[in-house]
């Protein structure tokens, strides 16, 4: 009984590590594509600059990512 829970245990680990790799992946193209459809707002700077209400707009789009991309990775 000791392998079987040994080797979901590493199934689980893979499946895991497969979800996060593709989130981040994720994440980052989406961030990327964005950023190139809107090139009169350069983030970074604005975010330096202590733009609170594009913070704002990025911490939501990054939630909606989330929940899209958790979505469709199970």
Partial sequence: MGALTEMNVVNYLG?????LVVG??????AFKIFD???????????????NRSVAI???????GLGL?????VK
Avoid: C, E, K, R
């Fill in 36 to 50: 190139w459809l809107t090139p009169g707002v350069n983030f970074s700077d604005q975010l330096n600059s202590d």
């Fill in 57 to 63: 707009f990025l911490a939501g789009l990054f939630i």
């Fill in 68 to 72: 899209l991309l958790g979505s469709a």
């Fill in 15 to 19: 499946t895991i590590l497969v979800s």
């Fill in 24 to 29: 981040m992946l994720g994440f980052v193209a």
